[in-house]
């Protein structure tokens, strides 16, 4: 499985838009792009994912750029609540093993 | 139950003994993981279990863990002789075949060798 380089940690401000980016430059044609989160005292909690497509769920967006060697998650309107370690995975469709690396600890101000 | 129940929530054990770990997956999910989060640190995959098959143990750390799954329904992970660095807390995961998006984590079991 491909590697994946995130920020180690980023802040923005209560009611903005949260951008969290990730390189993934030696991901393979049939990678996904998976972000999972993991809040204070819990254990990690599905976001989102994409193959090559943009795509947008009730809680975030993902956008992959052209090449697929990168991609952001979108918090559209930050809370509290999304204080959080956001950590970015690339397999295929068909492994079962999450590999989680060290993530971007997401601070949200009020 | 609705979620992944791990139990206990907290253990604390004395350096040497032996601890059971409990994970009750989501009813029908045939996947389960057991991952290790030692303070500050990221999350450790330590073996995976699909149905029937061979399960996949080449994240356990020593022979001092092992894990076992009845069927499609609860997973123990035991540790023989604990040690310090084993203080940590354990997280199960549960998922339907290859759905990598349908993880769902329990809260975990917090150990602390003393």
Redesign the interface.
């Known amino acids: 499985d491909a590697k994946t380089t995130q920020p180690t940690s980023m802040d923005c401000a209560e009611g903005r838009a949260a951008n969290l980016p990730c390189n993934h430059s030696t991901i393979s044609g049939n990678e ?1 792009v ?1 972000w ?1 989160r993991q809040i204070h ?6 976001i989102i ?1 994409g193959l090559k497509n943009n795509e947008t769920n009730e809680m975030a967006s993902l956008i992959i750029t052209e090449d697929r060697k990168s991609s952001t998650l979108i918090l559209p309107h930050a809370t509290l609540r999304d204080t959080a370690v956001y ?1 970015c995975i690339v ?1 295929t ?11 971007t600890r997401l601070l949200v101000r009020p | 139950g609705a979620g ?1 129940s791990q139990s206990p929530s907290n253990k604390v054990t004395e350096k040497g003994k032996d601890v059971e770990l409990r994970c009750d997956p989501i009813s029908g999910h045939t ?1 389960l ?1 057991w ?1 290790r989060q030692r303070l500050g640190q ?2 450790e ?1 330590l073996i ?1 279990f ?1 149905g029937n098959s061979a399960p ?1 143990k080449s994240g356990l750390p020593s022979d001092r863990f092992s894990a076992e799954r009845t069927g499609e329904s609860v997973s123990t992970l035991t540790i023989q002789r604990t040690q310090q660095e084993d203080s940590a807390v354990y ?1 199960c ?1 549960s998922s339907f075949f ?1 759905e ?4 769902t ?4 079991t917090r150990l602390t060798v003393v």
């Open positions: 996904y998976y999972y005292s819990q254990g990690p909690q599905y994912h950590y397999l469709d068909s492994s079962y093993k999450l590999i989680f690396g060290s993530g | 992944v996947a993981y991952y990221g999350l995959f995976y699909q996949d997280l995961a290859r990598n998006y349908g993880y984590f329990g809260s975990g």
